[in-house]
Each structure stands twice: as structure tokens, then as C-alpha cells.
């Protein structure tokens, strides 16, 4: 069997430096398309790589300085000596037709690359030095990136950005200011626009405040109320069983007491309610995910997965905490700033919402005052850093411990929001029965908390 040669375009090649020999000019834009390993012809690489060294000086590109440049490394002769060079130039009737010889080389050479990756992926595979996890996000993100060279960026002009604010503008017009996924709620929805495509969400509280229940009143909104209820929702939860929220989410949606619907002790006309509260979950597309121990290279994997199967618009994560960490350095908080920066790679990479739970630190119930703050966060600085939004969950009644109008009352701080209004907090009532949380449209406060 003969041996396979690697894609390549002699051709496109030869033509390429035909044209910028006829019109150096071209080098500008040719040199932000192309590198000189795209040139699969070690000549090739040789004549253009002494075209950009010209260009970077601000030489003039022509045979005898580019004969002068590789005489100089001691390559003319074996890149066919200056009868090549002036050959080059006589084969292009026009300097037409550039970008899809360039478009040519640069196809040939992604190739390439990804069967030289395909290689030291097959390579990994027999070694052990790799566990199962890591290894198949090794492969799947390093394709990633390969294809994300597929198409060179370059500057975008003035008017061709303003094409596009006014495109979207015109596309949110009829959306009430809300250009992501709507929550469900009113008053949250105002100071995010809704959950942006790849943003990372941190909610966070102390243990007891309710950030499960509303996590999953979010995911249930979301699921609902976005294309056409036909939006793709991943749960993964590392601290409750997928049987756990779902019981929680029957009890929101069939409005049954949770104690009831775990004992089954249920009337004739609850069971219609949580028969009617079933069907109408079971139109959701929210796919739960409950291994326990998952790591962050699990989650990617899981997620590009359900992408290309079915989609995937928004994710929710319980909790950040408990991920397990992919390097094991033996200090926590560099554990956890790899965690919340892989979160957001790959919010952007899916470029979708990402929400994240996170556990407060003890700090909280060492202060007179009980409202949480950025420093509140457990291994704090990369998270604080990483996310888009950071969000707190409070409750003045689990401390005081009355029976006063107040009983119920959840305030959600908005303490960081890159792209909105921060310092801000907004009221929900959570009705912990039925795992509820209903917002208090008109209840809303600047916040200041008193680092």
C-alpha cells in the first residue's frame, strides 16, 4: 500500500507568492491570514517567511531582496534558486482570485493539524499517564481549539459594528428589555437583561437559606418561559438526588406541601393536582445529572454532549464546592480558582448561562451583621473574579428567630454584575411548604454592605 501524503495545495501555494511578488502590497493582509507553517512546501515556508521579515522592516518585496534573504540562510539554492523566484511571478495572469488560494492552504494546513493532534491523541491513549476523564476532554478540547482557527479574525470597521448593535437592537425590541433567557422573575430580569450567553452566575448563601429551591424555581422558569418552552435545561446536583429536586419541583409546580407529597398521604383532589403538576414538568426539557462525585472535565464533557444532541441553553451547578478538582495540588484555593475559571471557559465555549452554588464561609456568623459580602465567599478571589454576577441569599428571620411580618422574607443582593446594576437588592417571599420563592415586584433597596 503506498504511503499517504498529507493534504496539501502545491498550486495554491505557488500562487500565493506569484501574486505578492506581482503586488507586495497584498502582504498586509495576507501575512494576518497566514503563517508560515500553512505552507506545507518547505520552500514555500522559506520565500514566505523572508517576504514578512521584508515587510516587518518595511522592505520592498522583490526577487533580489528575497534572493539577498535566503542566500543569506543558505537556502536559495535548494528553494530553486532566483529561476524559481521569477518563475513564480510568470505563472499568475492576474493577482485575482488571492483569498481562495489563501482559503486553500489554510484548509489544507487545519488538516494537517488535526491529523498531527489526532496522532499524540492516539499516543496519550496507549500511555497511563492520563486518566479516562482527562483524556477525552483533552481530545475534545484540543479539536475545539483547532477549529476555532478555521476562520482568521481581523478587524471589523465602524460601520459593520453598528450593523450589528442595530440588528439586535431591532431583534430585543419586542423582548421589554430582556435580550437572555427570561428567570421568571420580573425583578431580576430587569437588572440582568436576563441570563446572558456566557456569563457565570455565582449564588451564594449560608446553609438554610433556600439557594437550592431557588435554583431550581430558575431552572423551571427558564425551561418554561424561553423558546417557547422548548429551552434545554442540565441540573447537575453533587449534594441531592435527582428524585430529591424533582419531589421539590412537583411540590412548586402542583402547589402540594412537600411533607404530604413525601408521605404520599394525598386526597383524591391532591392527586389531580400532582397528576396536572407531572404532566406539566414533563414538557420541560431539564435533564438532571446527580453522579455526586463529577468533576469539571466531567461536566464539559456531559454538556458538549447534550449540546449536540439536543441542546443546551442554560446550566445550573450544586454546588461549586463539592466539584471534585481535576489537578489535586493539595491547596484547596488553587483548586477552586480551576474550578470557577474552567466554569467560565466554559460558559463561553457553549456560550450559554452558566449558574453556580456556592457555600459562604463561617465568617458571617462571626459579625453582628449577618448580611453576606464578596469576602463571604469560600476561597473568595477566584471566584469573586471569574464570575459575571454574584448573587446572595438572606434571611433576617433565620437569625432572629421571630414571628414577625418579616417571617419568610428572602432578600437576594446583588453584589457584582459585570455588565448591570450592582448594590442592589431585591425581596422574594419563600414559602419553604411547597419550595416556592414569588417575588416582591415593588420591594427593592440599594445595598451597601459595610466591608
Not at 56 to 72: N, P, W
Not at 369 to 387: F, N, T, V, Y
Amino acid at each position: 500500500m503506498a504511503a499517504k501524503t498529507l493534504p496539501h495545495h502545491l498550486d495554491a501555494e505557488q500562487r500565493v507568492l506569484g501574486i505578492l511578488f506581482l503586488d507586495p502590497k497584498k502582504m498586509a493582509s495576507v501575512s494576518d491570514l497566514l503563517k508560515t507553517s500553512d505552507f506545507f512546501d518547505q520552500h514555500h515556508q522559506h520565500i514566505f517567511d523572508a517576504m514578512k521579515q521584508l515587510d516587518f522592516q518595511s522592505k520592498t518585496i522583490d526577487y533580489v531582496s528575497i534572493g539577498a534573504i535566503l542566500r543569506e540562510h543558505r537556502v536559495l539554492e535548494t528553494s530553486g534558486g532566483l529561476e524559481y523566484l521569477y518563475s513564480l511571478a510568470e505563472m499568475i495572469p492576474s493577482t485575482s482570485h488571492l483569498d481562495t488560494y489563501v482559503d486553500m492552504i489554510k484548509e489544507a494546513s487545519l488538516k494537517r493539524d488535526i491529523i498531527d493532534f489526532a496522532s499524540q491523541v492516539i499516543e496519550h491513549g496507549y500511555g497511563k499517564d492520563m486518566e479516562v476523564s482527562e483524556y477525552v476532554d483533552y481530545a475534545e478540547s484540543g479539536i475545539f481549539e483547532i477549529s476555532k482557527r478555521r476562520k482568521a479574525s481581523s478587524f471589523a470597521s465602524l460601520s459593520e459594528i453598528t450593523k450589528e448593535v442595530k440588528e439586535v437592537s431591532e431583534r430585543n425590541a419586542n423582548k421589554q428589555g430582556i435580550t437572555g433567557l427570561m428567570t421568571g422573575y420580573k425583578n431580576l430580569d430587569e437588572l440582568s437583561a436576563g441570563l446572558q450567553p456566557e456569563e457565570l452566575i455565582i449564588l451564594a448563601a449560608r446553609p438554610s437559606m433556600g439557594k437550592s429551591a431557588f435554583a431550581m424555581n430558575v431552572a423551571m422558569n427558564v425551561a418554561k418561559r424561553n423558546k417557547e418552552g422548548k429551552a434545554n435545561v442540565a441540573i447537575f446536583s453533587l449534594e441531592m438526588s435527582n428524585t430529591q429536586l424533582v419531589s421539590r419541583m412537583l411540590s412548586t409546580e402542583a402547589n402540594l406541601k412537600n411533607t404530604r407529597l413525601k408521605t404520599g398521604n394525598l386526597s383524591t383532589k391532591e392527586w389531580q393536582y400532582f397528576e396536572s403538576g407531572m404532566q406539566s414538568l414533563n414538557q420541560l426539557n431539564i435533564h438532571f445529572d446527580d453522579s455526586g462525585s463529577v468533576s469539571v472535565l466531567d461536566i464539559r464533557a456531559k454538556c458538549r454532549k447534550l449540546a449536540q444532541e439536543k441542546g443546551l441553553d442554560f446550566v445550573v451547578i450544586d454546588y461549586l464546592q463539592l466539584i471534585k478538582s481535576d489537578n489535586r495540588s493539595g491547596n484547596r484555593q488553587e483548586e477552586v480558582a480551576n474550578i470557577s475559571r474552567s466554569l467560565k471557559q466554559m460558559a463561553r465555549e457553549l456560550k450559554i448561562p452558566v449558574m453556580a452554588l456556592s457555600q459562604l464561609s463561617r465568617e458571617v456568623e462571626k459579625r453582628e451583621d449577618k448580611k453576606p459580602i464578596l469576602a463571604d465567599l469560600r476561597e473568595s478571589g477566584s471566584i469573586e473574579q471569574d464570575a459575571d454576577i454574584v448573587m446572595f441569599l438572606f434571611r433576617s428571620d433565620y437569625y432572629k428567630k421571630t414571628d414577625d411580618q418579616n417571617t419568610g422574607e428572602v432578600e437576594l443582593i446583588i453584589a457584582k454584575n459585570r455588565q448591570g446594576v450592582a448594590g442592589v437588592s431585591r425581596f422574594f417571599r419563600f414559602d419553604t411548604e411547597y419550595s416556592r420563592f414569588v417575588a416582591q415586584e415593588n420591594r427593592f433597596e440599594e445595598y451597601k454592605p459595610n466591608e
